[in-house]
């Protein structure tokens, strides 16, 4: 259900926007976020009625939604690059 920290460390270096990103950036924590939500999303296909993972799932969802709006804002070329890097939306 939760990545490894191997994978997590995979992805950051992916998604790292400067040598010293430790996975602090926006970008990096937008893509570890969407790992663990591919993860939890195929948790909730077999267990529908897990109410508490339904609910992180939710927060995890609400909390990428709230970063890529602030991507997006200050950002469109990096917002655009990081949905088609990581297959989201259009």
Known sequence: MS?????K??????????DKD???SVESQVAV?????????EHMKTN???EHSKSGLLRMV??????????KK???EK???LIKKLGLRK
């Open 3 to 7: 990545i490894t920290k191997t994978k």
């Open 62 to 71: 609400n909390r990428r939604k709230k970063l890529l709006a602030y991507i």
């Open 74 to 76: 200050h950002s469109p």
């Open 22 to 24: 430790n996975g602090g």
């Open 33 to 41: 976020l969407t790992e663990r939500i591919r993860n939890l999303t």
């Open 48 to 50: 529908h009625k897990d």
């Open 9 to 18: 460390t995979e992805i950051i270096k992916a998604f790292k926007t400067s």
């Open 79 to 81: 917002y655009e690059e």
